[in-house]
């Protein structure tokens, strides 16, 4: 038959269970396939079952572990149970070649040739007589499939115990003794003699009892009995007929040797030390019976104390261990299950005392020990006696990598939980290089512990992890090792990263109740308390934000990151005095994070901050953040240079989320990157339509606003006014307010480097005539005056433009002449509106120009101020701007007297929206104005009726 477990075995060679086991899943593994071993040796086809079952359970995907179990199933006569337990491997791991090749190889299994049991020389020379039909119908055992020889080892050697291709099947040798049968009346005496002799100092082969008379004894006749019966297993006879025969003869040590021997295989452990104890006190197989019998009663306390752990009872775990421990005080592995079960109950007062009085026995100085004690002495309160236990148990050594390996994690978790990451690193030192996941974490920790914060989100102290005391046995060996604890699982993870995720979609209200729900799970993580506290600042609630950060702080625990959050909250809400005070307090503490520092410098010395900022960044530290959050940080630092890179770096990466899709783009917006800023909109339009992110109607037609403005290069101004317009001619926004005509103008211009960040410069061409003028002036044609020029708009946050403009000659009245002007203007409210039907408007415009040639001077001003309404009754695109106006002029060409006019009155305007799309809000309108001013002052032109017609594409 083919099988992985019969394909692979080699006897004495290490179990290779494959390479997805885990050191310690082998650990665990290793005493059930022993115990696994036994069982079929023993013939027990349940616990055979049990044993491979239970392996199967804790490495599901070794394959080997499937042949044993399959293996079992075919020697206890159920190959319809092997099938299906392939099948069903097969079907998980449909690529395994050995699985697929014993599926198909498997065939019923040929009979195993029964192996006969070994007997001791007394045996031996018995079995040379003739044999009564009893004895010889019992002298052989049923057949025993064939398995691995199972040599008594400890727990830690189960690793190298494989199945042969001619196994021996022999009861283990230190596990029980060899009880020899009592031999035939004509056996030689000095035979039986010199077996006396040899088994008075081998307890595995106690001597046969003497010689019986030609009539052999009732007690003797129950003795032979009693052997036979033990021969062949059935010790429970055995213990019958041995506890006759020494009813009969008390003295008679070898039929006691029979008796304890029995006892001891029926578990009678108990009654066998008792039995054994009452012979001879010479007798060295008694003696060894009685050891055996001792040995046995704390292993069973051993395993009883493993099951109550498993089921959580710590009580009772506890006193069986000690029990086992007590009946073993020389056993190691006895006494550190016995404190791992102190552990497991946390009396930690119990466990320090009582591994103390363990360390002060002979030879009981051991490491795991030492680790248990330390653990419990940080537990109490005594950190610095409880680092000089790990250090005293780590140079004792193990002698085994895996399990120094154990041991300095464990430590390394202590000093993690006692704030000593430099003790991390060095304890950890001699383990780097190896590619350990567990201590490359461990590693990290200890770094980020050791290393200033760069975000405001505190380094949380882990709390001390108990390490793992894993007890296992075999063949009434028991062992225990220790492995690094596991970190519990944070209780209120899953509700502060769902405060996390409403904090991300500005759902505050939830944010709050999920950040509570957090600190509520976890009180002492400082994370959570921070979390909770943003949360009800950035919904709006300012007062219970700073009660819940005075209710952290009265804990008694001044965190830094906490102090900067309270004095931001004492800031807003304009408490001064005491948002200087956290400030400082905060500024004091070196834990506090750069963010932090930059945030709290900002207000009083923004230079500082800056330069607090560009030390980090020069420093590398940036690269701790989010390239999002870095691109902010230099936002509020006023770096927007690095916040550009940034925002770019997360873009590039998919990593920038949709909110800080329009910081983005404003950011590139000041830099002049006009195309990036409108790409950037574009996208944040894209995520508002794809419910990625919330615009409000308002907000989505300003970032509209924001494109078409932006992407505009080139535009047309056409204009048609009574009342005349100024000296000035054709200008943006230029009032009409000189001379009683009628004038048209055109202008052209185009921005050849677009918008930039505001800062645009335009080259443009047009021109203008009278086409009606009062008493009869100059009026058609020969007033056609064409023009020339570029200007520039040199601050982004002031609409002042500087004109530099060449006057071309076209009709005969018109002048060629150089024009120099500036203009300023201020709107408020001019734009449409998607939040209201009416708003508040004003405009100002001022402008003064000079002609070179001519040397006239002019100036003229208008101030509105009234409230627009939208009609969106009839169409959301016009507006109705009913105003009061003021207005004043000069021309320098004017005779004396007339040169200034002003006056004041009233007016309505109509202008109509038009030429949108998706992405850009209307950039084009037609715009009706008819104001009716008096007269305020100089010349009568001042006042009358004013009306004028422009149309922007």
Aim: positive net charge; aromatic residues 8%.
């Amino acid at each position: 038959m083919t099988l992985l477990l019969a394909a692979a075995a080699v006897h004495a060679q290490s179990v290779d269970l494959g390479p997805d086991v885990s050191s310690y899943t082998r650990f665990l593994v290793y005493p059930h396939l022993q115990k696994g071993f036994e069982a079929i040796q023993s013939g027990d086809r349940a616990r055979a079952y049990q044993e491979f079952g239970q392996a199967l359970k804790l490495a599901p995907q070794s394959s080997v572990i499937v042949g044993y179990l399959a293996d079992a199933y075919l020697r206890f006569g159920e190959p319809e149970k092997a099938r299906r337990l392939l099948r069903e491997q097969l079907a998980a791991h449909p690529k395994d070649p050995d699985l697929r090749a014993a599926l198909a190889a498997l065939t019923p299994p040929a009979p195993a040739p029964a192996p006969r049991v070994r007997r001791s020389t007394a045996v031996a020379a018995a079995s040379a007589a003739p044999k009564p039909a009893a004895e010889a119908a019992a002298s052989e055992r049923p057949a025993v499939p064939s398995m691995p020889e199972v040599a008594t080892k400890p727990a830690e050697q189960v690793a190298k115990v494989q199945p042969a291709s001619k196994p021996k099947v022999s009861p283990p040798a230190s596990a029980a003794p060899v009880v020899a049968a009592p031999r035939a009346p004509r056996a030689a005496e000095a035979r039986a003699v010199r077996s006396r002799q040899r088994s008075s100092v081998k307890a595995s082969s106690p001597a046969p009892p003497p010689p019986p008379p030609p009539e052999p004894s009732a007690a003797y006749r129950f003795a032979d009995a009693g052997f036979k019966a033990s021969a062949r297993g059935d010790f429970k006879s055995a213990a019958v007929a041995a506890r006759q025969a020494l009813d009969l003869e008390q003295e008679n040590d070898d039929y006691r040797r029979l008796l304890a021997y029995a006892l001891l295989e029926t578990g009678a452990y108990d009654e066998a030390e008792t039995v054994a104890g009452q012979g001879a006190k010479s007798d060295k197989a008694l003696a060894e019976l009685a050891g055996q019998a001792r040995q046995r009663r704390a292993y069973a306390d051993f395993e009883s104390a493993n099951h109550a752990l498993a089921d959580g009872n710590t009580t009772m775990a506890v006193e069986r261990a000690r029990r086992g421990a007590e009946l073993e005080p020389s056993n190691a592995a006895q006494q550190v299950q016995w404190m791992g079960a102190l552990a497991a109950a946390h009396r930690w007062t119990d466990l320090d005392a009582t591994t103390t009085q363990l360390l002060g026995r002979p030879g009981m100085d051991g490491a795991d020990l030492l680790m248990l004690r330390a653990h419990a002495r940080q537990r109490l309160g005594r950190g610095s006696e409880a680092m000089a236990d790990y250090d005293r148990a780590l140079a004792l050594g193990f002698g085994n990598n895996t399990l120094e390996q154990n041991a300095r994690l464990i430590a390394a978790d202590a000093a993690l939980a006692d704030g000593q990451p430099g003790r991390v690193q060095t304890l950890l030192k001699p383990l780097q290089g190896q590619a350990e996941p567990a201590v490359e974490a461990r590693l990290r920790q200890a770094l980020a512990a050791a290393t200033r914060s760069v975000t405001p989100d505190p380094v949380v102290t882990p709390s001390l992890t108990a390490p793992k005391v894993v007890c296992v046995g075999s063949s009434y060996t028991p062992h225990c090792e220790l492995w690094p604890g596991e970190m519990q699982a944070d209780p209120g993870a899953a509700s502060a990263e769902a405060a996390v995720r409403a904090y991300g979609k500005q759902s505050y209200a939830e944010a709050v109740t999920q950040a509570r729900s957090a600190v509520e799970h976890a009180p002492g993580n400082v994370r959570y308390q921070l979390l909770y506290v943003r949360a009800l600042k950035a919904g709006g609630k300012p007062l219970q934000a700073l009660e819940a950060a005075n209710g952290f702080l009265g804990q008694g625990k001044q965190e830094p990151e906490m102090l900067a959050l309270r004095s931001e909250l004492h800031r807003q809400l304009q408490q001064l005095a005491q948002a200087q005070a956290d400030a400082d307090a905060a500024l004091a503490d070196p834990r506090l994070s750069v963010v932090s520092e930059i945030d709290l410098r900002l207000p009083r010395d923004p230079e500082r901050a800056r330069a607090v900022f560009e030390n980090a960044q020069q420093a590398g530290l940036l690269s701790q953040m989010s390239d999002t959050d870095a691109g902010y940080l230099a936002v509020r630092v006023g770096d927007d240079a690095s916040a550009a890179q940034a925002f770019a770096r997360a873009s590039d990466k998919n990593e920038l989320p949709p909110k800080a899709l329009l910081d983005a783009g404003y950011v590139a917006g000041r830099l002049g990157q006009s195309d990036v800023s409108v790409g950037y909109f574009k996208r944040a339009i894209d995520a508002a339509d794809d419910g990625q992110l919330t615009l409000t109607p308002q907000r989505l037609f300003e970032t509209r606003r924001e494109i078409a403005d932006r992407s505009r290069s080139w535009g047309a101004i056409a204009s048609v006014g009574y009342r005349g317009i100024s000296p000035g001619g054709q200008g943006a926004g230029a009032a009409a307010g000189i001379g009683d005509s009628v004038q048209t103008g055109l202008e052209l211009y185009w921005r050849p480097s677009g918008y930039r960040d505001g800062t645009y410069y335009e080259l443009y061409g047009g021109g203008f005539q009278t086409l009606w003028s009062k008493g009869g002036g100059a009026s058609g044609g020969e007033t056609a005056q064409g023009m020339l020029g570029a200007r520039i708009k040199p601050l982004r946050s002031a609409n002042l433009v500087l004109s530099a403009e060449r006057r071309v000659k076209i009709g005969s009245l018109s002048i060629n002449d150089w024009l120099l002007r500036a203009g300023y203007s201020y709107t408020y409210g001019t734009d449409l509106r998607m939040d209201a039907s009416s708003w508040n408007t004003a405009q100002v415009y001022a402008e003064a120009g000079r002609f070179i040639d001519t040397r006239r001077t002019y100036a003229t001003f208008e101030a509105q101020l009234g409230r627009s309404f939208k009609l969106d009754s009839v169409d959301p695109r016009p507006v109705v701007f009913p105003h009061f106006v003021l207005g004043a002029d000069h021309d320098s060409k004017l005779a004396s007297g007339r040169r200034t006019a002003s006056g004041a009155g009233v007016g309505v305007a109509v202008r109509y929206w038009f030429n949108e799309d998706r992405y850009r809000a209307p950039h084009s309108y037609f715009d009706v104005s008819l104001q009716y001013r008096a007269r305020l002052g100089g010349d009568e032109r001042g006042k009358g009726v004013f009306l004028r017609a422009t149309l922007s594409y």
